[in-house]
């Protein structure tokens, strides 16, 4: 070890370390420049579970698998299944709304703690596509499968084939087709995709992303949501991260992927999802107030943080036994 450094660590140690909100601060020998490495004091939550939107049974769902010691995968997979099936939810699963030619086609992804990834895009008749996408982590050499080929290798492991088309959805086409008018709705039914992350009592962390994609898309539309870094993105070293609402503009910053390095930096989850939202609305000439994003995040500790570019984003957080839905904080207060 070199004198300098040794010297560091030294008046580090004899000083005392410094406190700043949540965290410490101490400087890092292998440094030259007094680097700052962030240390957590807090004592690690655990389980946990956050997901975006209004999802308590789905949140629920995975919050009792944690609690009876099963793992972080598996709770997001069976959380996300539970809206996937709600036939309410016009923009997740079964029920979802559909393409312009009045097809429904569905997204997901899955991330488990050893950084391994599954995901499909474009799927037909297959409902549980979060399922479907772990099967592609976990039985193929692939981390992508899409249309045909996705739900072909649904059937192979013996997913049902339904339709997908619900009554509701079909009559909310045909009106859509009288103008044929295409715009994405800032908060549609209050409730776009489901994100969702978990930490397990062991401390892994796991996340899952399912949706229907935008109502009345393009044929072959794909959006941020089975995108690794995009609409999902977990490192189980430094935290999870998982976006929602229009997923061109996530896309256009990883923005996923980008909250989780910022956590890696040491900014906290709320100051990193702050950071993901800035870098959308202060790009020159964007014109954000017709479209929405909102982000969740956790780091290992079970910090979280939550943030959109409009108001009444809100998500679920399962933590020290409470299901809670709460109203994110957000950009655009004008």
């Not at 097809?103 to 992804?109: E, M, S, Y």
């Not at 399912?210 to 794909?222: D, E, H, N, Q, Y």
């Not at 430094?238 to 896309?251: F, H, R, W």
């Not at 984003?313 to 036994?321: I, P, T, V």
Request: proline share 3%; with cysteine.
């Amino acid at each position: 070890m070199k004198r300098r450094n040794f010297i560091k660590k030294a008046s580090a140690t004899s000083l005392g370390i410094v406190a700043v909100s949540s965290t410490l601060m101490s400087f890092d020998e292998k440094s030259e420049d007094k680097k700052a490495v962030i240390l957590s004091t807090l004592k690690p939550i655990r389980p946990l579970v956050i997901a975006t939107w209004n999802t308590p049974l789905a949140v629920e769902t995975a919050a009792k698998i944690l609690q009876n010691g099963g793992s972080a995968l598996d709770a997001v997979e069976q959380g996300c299944i539970i809206e996937e099936a709600n036939e309410k939810n016009q923009t997740v699963g079964k029920g979802g709304l559909p393409d312009r030619d009045g097809d429904v086609t569905l997204d997901a992804c899955i991330m488990d703690n050893k950084g391994d990834y599954g995901s499909v895009l474009g799927v037909k008749n297959i409902t549980h596509v979060i399922s479907l996408a772990r099967k592609v982590m976990e039985d193929t050499p692939h981390v992508m499968l899409v249309g045909e080929g996705a739900e072909k290798f649904a059937y192979e492991k013996g997913f049902k084939k339904e339709n997908l088309l619900t009554e509701s959805s079909k009559k909310a086409w045909e009106n859509w087709k009288i103008k044929s008018e295409y715009k994405p709705i800032i908060n549609i039914e209050n409730h776009d995709t489901i994100g969702m992350l978990a930490i397990d009592k062991k401390g892994s962390i796991s996340g899952a992303c399912t949706t229907s994609g935008l109502a009345f898309k393009m044929a072959g539309r794909i959006g941020d949501s089975p995108i690794i870094g995009g609409g999902l993105f977990v490192d189980n070293e430094i935290g999870g991260a998982s976006a929602t609402g229009l997923g061109e503009e996530v896309l256009k910053t990883v923005g996923s992927f980008l909250i989780v390095e910022l956590m890696r930096q040491g900014k906290s989850p709320q100051e990193a999802c702050e950071e993901a939202i800035g870098r959308i609305v202060n790009k020159p000439g964007k014109d954000f107030k017709n479209f929405q994003v909102g982000y969740i995040a956790v780091n290992k500790q079970g910090e979280t943080g939550a943030y959109s570019i409009h108001e009444w984003f809100s998500y679920n957080l399962f933590k020290d036994g409470e299901n809670k839905n709460i109203k994110s904080d957000y950009f655009n207060k004008a």
